[in-house]
Nanobody
């Protein structure tokens, strides 16, 4: 079992930055691929980024490429999402998720989910 807790959300103006953190507890975090997902009101959940267990490979949605960076520190059992050049359309609840096995951008493949952190970008 892995428990995930997100933090770092908040209100920011367009063009600003935020860094989200996802702290994991439980065994073998360094063997889990991790992902970030988001869901805006009235919209379906969408994938944002994913990272392999080693951190050696990352994946991004086209909408965030060049602006967001996913990373992890296995010694701290934490995965991060650095978000720069934020836009109002980035407003959503952001969730981190974990799975044993390969990293994927498919949310249905993830076994463990946090409760989310709200990100609001004002124009």
């Amino acid at each position: 079992q892995v428990q995930l807790v997100e933090s770092g959300g908040g209100l920011v103006q367009a063009g600003g930055s935020l860094r989200l953190s996802c702290a994991a507890s439980g065994r073998a975090f360094n063997r889990y691929a991790m992902g970030w997902f988001r869901q805006a009101p009235g919209k379906e959940r969408e994938s944002v980024a994913a990272i392999t267990w080693s951190g050696g490979t990352t994946y991004y949605a086209d909408s965030v490429k060049g602006r967001f960076t996913i990373s992890r520190d296995n010694a701290k059992n934490t995965v991060y999402l650095q978000m720069n050049s934020l836009k109002p359309e980035d407003t959503a609840v952001y969730y981190c998720a974990g799975r044993g096995g390969l990293a994927t951008m498919s949310g249905e493949s993830y076994d463990y989910w946090g409760r989310g952190t709200q990100v609001t970008v004002s124009s």
